[in-house]
């Protein structure tokens, strides 16, 4: 979710200090340690019962919404599917109850890499040592249990997600492959938790740098059978004299024509790559809010009200 709100920011061309009020407000509403603190504690009663599908969906688009930015009713619902549809497919391909702290605790890792800052970081280690606590607290049956209850929870998603179906780990139908062919799914598999789209795009970084490299090294071999060089000497064959101004004249003539095929690679590489980050989660539009909308004071718009609501609930 954070994620996707910090890509639409630089998409839109937010100002920077706003991007960075907007992300440190959603991590505050969102890890606001009574809130963390209500929503273990209640779990633990004996009459407690699971968050809907419909509270949890109310509950983190309350949250997505609570600073300077707005979504619309049709991005609200696409962030939703992104954020429930990745959790569900990262359960899918864990084997092991303890796999869910750590997937948990590289969820908070990746906040804290968006404009960390002290305040941030104390905030995200409370809640790693909270989440640790109660996890140490609970038995093997115990986490076994809360374990299963998130992956049952999460059966009745099967929304298709265009990323996870162009690395080929979802299929036309919605369900999900756990074993697939390409040499790169290991990389995903043994990091899950941590963000997919970075990944991907780093994948992608890798590929085109690749591929660069091999055109560069294809100019260049290109440039050396035009200047006829050889790479060493056949034997028996004698040297032949050459003409210095015939050779200059092919050599200069050359060099500019490999030096127009490596512009044109890295012009074309260059807009792939602003192609590729642009249109990262393009479905979702942030609008400004207007201080009337949250009762901001001064420019600061965070909702205290919904700050307080979670804090405060039991």
Known sequence: MLYVIDQRLKAQQIAADKSVQVIHDVTTVLLEPKFIDSLLNGSTHGNAQLITADHCKFMLNDIATC???????????????????????????????????????????????LYPDAKRHMLIDFTKNTLLDFWNACGEEQ????????????????????????????????????????????????????????????????????????????????LAAQLNIRQAPVSGEDLQPIDARQFQQQYEKSLQQCNILLEDLDSSNNGASRQTNAAGCEFVQLQTATPTDTGGIGGRVLNHKLLDLYSKMH
Request: net charge positive; glycine share 4%.
């Open 143 to 222: 986490q076994l249990s809360i374990y299963r209850t998130n992956k049952a929870w999460l059966q009745c998603f099967n929304t298709k997600i265009s990323l996870l179906m162009r690395l080929g780990f979802q299929t036309l139908d919605g369900s999900f492959l756990r074993e697939v062919d390409q040499s790169y799914f290991q990389n995903f598999v043994q990091g899950i938790g941590e963000n997919i789209y970075i990944k991907s795009n780093e994948l992608v970084q890798q590929q085109e740098h690749l591929s660069r490299a091999t055109n560069s090294k294809s100019g260049m071999d290109q």
């Open 67 to 113: 600073s300077l930015m707005r979504l619309d009713e049709q991005s609200q619902a696409k962030l939703w599917n992104l954020m429930t549809m990745m959790y569900k497919w990262q359960l899918f391909m864990s084997g092991h109850q303890h796999h869910l702290l750590d997937i948990t605790f590289r969820h908070l890792d990746s906040i804290n890499k």
